[in-house]
């Protein structure tokens, strides 16, 4: 527990990754789902080799009206 609630533990997969064919979980999502944990890595400004991304995180939605 982290300040008294649930652990949350989250998986993502990098876009383009050939191990991703590979992946147990992975491949148990149905292909038209895959996207919500594929992110696409891009390079920095910082001309080191970095790499960043956008990886939103929904924990619940409120219902409509």
Do not use: K, S, W
């Not at 594929?38 to 939103?56: I, K």
């Amino acid at each position: 527990m982290i300040a008294g609630g649930p652990l949350f533990v989250t998986q993502l997969y990098v876009a383009g990754d050939p191990r991703n064919a590979e992946d147990f979980l992975y491949r148990r999502l149905p292909a038209e789902r895959r996207h919500l944990v594929t992110v696409p890595f891009e390079a920095t400004d910082g001309g080191q080799a970095e790499l960043a991304a956008r990886f939103d995180i929904v924990l619940g939605a409120a219902p409509a009206g």
